[in-house]
């Protein structure tokens, strides 16, 4: 927005003739004008703004004055509906509001906080949601201060930080450990962080909703880091046929695989290659996607029509790989399902 002319503490004013310059420049018949008064009186403040307002100026934004702090400082300028800038508003944050975080790096992707404040404002909460950017090397330093921050009660955690942040917390759920990997972290009255995993629920609520079975059915996924674990735990759980795991990186996906077979002896568990034939559902839950210049999680010309091709990035809805998948003829699922069906779980979590 263009800067606002400013009437400072004097008793200086704009004259006729330059206002009618500044209405024929904003094309409007009042002139927009912010009035400065932080070292004067509420009264002198209040009748500057009067005079100002006589001379054709409205009034957009009054700083509150040192003097009279305890005044609730109220004007009507040139039509302007009457402000109350002492008294907070329903959405206001105030000294009381209970802080939330994203934690992420980079933070420009992130998709819930719009949605976990709405839920807070719908439940009747004080609290808000910020985004957090946290590089990999500074999460423990910032874990350390959060503790101690009694105003902050949790935060969702995501890329790059699920599994770095199981061994910060004091507490995890035996979903997450099995996972290893958390990606809600909640912060008790006396400092301990507990975490937990839901990143494999929503990703099977998700694709339940939308009419995919899985149970008895072979499916192929790409990926190693938290979400890949925690949606390959969902899967193991909902009964799969045949699960094939694939990863550049074959050593993450050996410790995956020998977790699930614990876990879960009656399912097939396997090491695949970047080939996704022969699968009913694939699944890509790596990052790779979210960046232009991502190369594709795994070869996609070998897919096949009446396959289903199911995302994890959120943001671009639609990545290359579903591009791809679309004009072979598979039916695609967004990302954005797995996060919707985990924000109220998520509030519940965080104590909202």
């Known amino acids: 927005m263009a800067s606002l002319p400013t009437i400072r503490n004097s008793s200086c004013f704009p004259t006729r003739r330059e ?10 018949e009042s002139v927009p004008m912010m009035v400065s008064c932080s070292h004067i009186s509420t009264q002198i403040a209040s009748a ?9 100026a409205k009034l957009v934004m009054m700083m509150p004055p040192y003097h009279g702090a305890g005044t609730s400082l109220r004007w009507r300028c040139a039509g302007v509906n009457e402000m109350n800038l002492v008294q907070p508003g329903a959405s206001d944050i105030t000294g009381r509001t209970r802080v939330l975080g994203i934690l992420a790096h980079p933070t420009e992707h992130v998709k819930a906080p719009p949605a976990i404040n709405r ?29 101690v921050l009694e105003s902050f009660d949790g935060a ?32 008790e009255p006396d400092g301990q962080l507990v975490g937990d995993q839901l990143d494999g629920i929503g990703f099977l609520a998700g694709v339940t909703q939308a009419g995919i079975t899985v149970s008895d059915k072979a499916v192929y ?101 579903l ?27 965080l104590g909202l």
């Open 221 to 321: 996924l790409a990926g190693a880091g938290g979400a890949a674990n925690a949606i390959a735990f969902a899967l193991a759980e909902a009964g799969v046929l045949r699960l094939t795991l694939y990863n550049r990186t074959r050593e993450k996906i050996e410790v995956l695989r020998n977790k699930l077979c614990t876990s879960y002896p009656n399912v097939t568990v396997t090491l695949g290659n970047s080939n996704p034939s022969g699968h009913h559902l694939v699944v890509n839950a790596t990052t790779l996607g979210m960046n232009p210049s991502d190369p594709l999680p795994f070869d996609a010309s070998k897919l096949m029509p009446g396959m289903v091709v199911a995302e994890v990035v959120m943001e671009p809805e639609i990545t290359p790989l």
């Open 19 to 28: 206002l009618t310059e500044r209405r024929l420049h904003h094309g409007a």
């Open 119 to 147: 839920i807070a404002r719908y439940r009747g909460r004080d609290a808000v949601m910020v985004p957090m950017n946290v590089a990999p090397a500074d999460l423990a330093c910032v874990i350390g201060a959060l503790r």
């Open 323 to 349: 591009a791809i998948a679309q004009a072979k003829g598979c039916s695609i699922h967004l990302g954005h399902p797995m996060l919707e069906h985990q924000l109220q779980l998520m509030a519940d979590f």
């Open 156 to 187: 969702i955690v995501t890329v790059p930080h699920k599994q770095a942040i199981l061994p910060l917390c004091d507490r995890v759920s035996a979903r997450a450990r099995a996972v290893g990997a958390a990606n809600v972290l909640r912060r």
């Open 48 to 56: 500057r703004a009067d005079h100002a307002a006589e001379r054709g």
